[in-house]
């Protein structure tokens, strides 16, 4: 088989050629590359912000930037990856491919407005961009009033209009998902029979929805009181500044599930597919996904136990977060249980699987000390802190990403990456991220807080270690980034089912036709039916359609 | 060992040993888990790796007592950290009665501290070893955090109203304080040192390059350049309610609500009088705003919550 195979056939990559047919497009497939492109650019922007903070950081003393300088890099550093790269990573790039092909379907149900929510998030990113060109903003990504709403004098406003601009297009994404889901399941593709990415996008959704308006209308109030001095969050003018974070969080904590549940759905199917078995529980995952979305919404005020709050609401929220993490620890328990007696291999996208259970383990059990009150009290806005949730959102979310986008790159492009390479990246970026992060957990119990531009001596041989890490780090983020690119014109041919998986969206030629499927398909077992595969597909590993 | 930076932080008050037992529970909860399925990832990794290329493995649906198992356990380990937490937690927030009360103002990009005895300090304090200190504390400006990682106290300081916190030093030396809450282009630069002295070096400190007027004075000379006695004295006019007495009681407002005489209302009541109208009175009061700073409006609550003790005595008597 050579390369002009692909080429032969009518797919969605070469159906049409020309900016714009891409501009213009309304294929949810071509629409994943718009936002993975974008998205990827983000990514290394934000990156480069923490690279210049991790070198500042070698040394005790402010010698790299000012403290000006420095407090823009880490508030533009978590503006762009919080917004712009990990809220639309998974959902945006992945889901949009996959969330259609997944069920069955042609498109999603609304393939116009999928566009139009493209164009909004490069607006809003627009908008963010031109704030860090015009010379930064200096909040945190946080935004803490009265700081940004009165007393801060970088671009609060741009950046803020930026972030608001950007909900829009989560907003449309999951009302898009949701409907789809619902509406367009192809014939017997009964509720629990969808794959588990379907169940957490469709709970990723759902917070989409309900939570970014408040997010939205909070950032217009701190404009309002900014630009018209409003009084909603200042004292000084009648206002109050813990309503603010209340408002926030009430957005932002669920936000990151948003970050996290497309994750957990990418490494059920790795999880299934590389041990070529079913999940174990697969309905207890499928509902530990909607859990965590519901009570999500209920935990935001572990944000503020020193914040002046109430001694009795901070036990409630306490309460609640512990709750919160039993459904997280349940998947963790059931994805080991599926490596099970499973026929487990080792390739690039179960790499990341693994490495994603770890790490994101270490997570969410470093999150019971910060939701456990006598303890949050002291590690409250240090390092501790910082390191928990790079465990959470690096760790889990970028590794879970990463994993899916080697796994699925086959499928988008038709070519495979070079899997040597591959797995090298993603051994580099376990052992560059733990490098980083892990040394962070010890400097936060120490007591050094985050936001700090320069530290007291003795925190030096911490820091050092951790901006090690962040260049091995560095160096297993650009390698995807370069094979990857390579691939898309010497990657071998990958076939239809290079990984011999069992959804739908393996069951068409890779490249997809535009039209996903040539014949509806007619769905008749459950999700990760592995036990059911053919047996004439081991003698055939080259794929029946090209 | 020594590896010439450290890896734990000092115990310095009767709070951290608490805080630090608690934290080794939940570090040895968590070491089990992330050991168990570290381990049970790498023993299945390699027992059950792919042989070859046509195994088929036995699907499993699941098992109903195993996520029982695996929800139940993790839960109940999850209370114990929670009520565990919630008590010291508790603790952190409830002062003694005995405690020795200090005024922290914060704004950018400095800690002002002023002792009841009236010597102030800048980004310093100096507390004796073994005894209750309460700090009261607000900012000036935007939210400040008052965080001394070797008594693992930590307080939001917000503009406009007092947050508390209370500790015990248990040991004397010197220790750093941080501001933990982002405010600022200098915010890493609001730091400053905590003194922990011996009862009798700490008398000797109070005694030495002070002022020698008590913060209850300060007030009572503000209390007087204002002109609140007017309206405010016992057996005077009575234009406003007499103040002797009034710290902690509760006081009725017009339209019947009811409401603590603590610090916040003070305040309020000094820089916004028409917030708050006590019942019987009339909204006559100006406001002070502008015209008081910070360490003045602590001063003359200092000065207000010792007309209590006043009262008392002259009950004694």
Known sequence: MNVSEIERREHYLNVNYG?????????????AWLYLLSVTVFFFIGGLFATLMRVELLTPQGDLVQAETYNKLFTMHGVTMVFFFLIPSIPAVLGNFLVPMMIGARDLAFPRLNLASWYIFIIGGAFTLMAAAAGGVDTGWTFYTPYSSIYS???????????????????????????????????????FRLP???WAHYATSIIFILGTPVIAITLVLVGLERIFRLGIFDPALGGDPVLFQHLFWFYSHPAVYIMILPAMGVVSELIACFSRKRIFGYSVVAFASLAIAVIGFLVWGHHMFVS???VHASMIFSL???????????????WTATLYKGSISYDAPMIYALGFIGLFTIGGLTGLFLATLGIDVHVHDTYFVVAHFHYIMVGGAVMGYLGGIHFWWPKMTGRTYPEVWARLA??????????????????????MPRRYHVYPPEFQVLNVMSTAGASILAVGYLLPLMYLIWSLRYGAVAGANPWRARGLEWQTPSPPPTENFDRTPVVTEGAYAYEKEPAEIYALRKPAHV | MDLGFPLFPEQASTLASRVDALFFFLVAVSVFFVGLIFLLIFVFAVKYRRRADDERPEPIEGKLWMEVAWSVIPFALTMVMFVWGAIIFFDIYN????????????????????????QSEINELHVPVGQ??????????VIHDFYLPAFRVKQDVLPGRYTRIWFEASKAGVYQLFCAEYCGTQHSGMIGRVFVLEPAEFEKWLSGGATGISMVDQGASLFKRFGCETCHRAGGTNQGPTLAGLFGKTVKLQGGNPVTADEDYIRESILDPRAKIVEGYQPIMPTFKGLVSEEGLLQLIAYIKSLNGAERKAAQR
């Open chain 1, 153 to 191: 004098n970088t671009h609060v406003v741009l950046t803020v209009v930026g972030v608001f601009i950007t909900g829009f297009s989560s907003i449309l994404t999951g009302l898009n998902f949701i409907v789809t889901i619902h509406k367009m399941r192809a014939p017997g593709m009964t509720w």
């Open chain 1, 426 to 447: 993603a051994v580099l970026i376990f052992v560059g991220f733990n490098l980083t992060f892990f040394p962070q957990f010890v400097l936060g119990y120490l007591g």
């Open chain 1, 196 to 198: 588990l990415f379907i």
């Open chain 2, 95 to 118: 002062p003694p009665e005995d405690a020795l009360e200090i005024s922290i103002v914060g704004r950018q990009w400095m800690w002002k501290a002023q002792h009841p005895t009236g």
């Open chain 2, 132 to 141: 209750p200190v309460k700090l009261m504390m607000t900012s000036e400006d």
């Open chain 1, 19 to 31: 900016i714009r047919s891409w501009l213009f497009t309304t294929d949810h497939k071509r629409i």
């Open chain 1, 320 to 334: 609640l977060s512990f709750l919160v993490a039993i459904p997280s620890a349940i998947k963790v328990f059931n």
């Open chain 1, 308 to 310: 002046g709050q109430s």
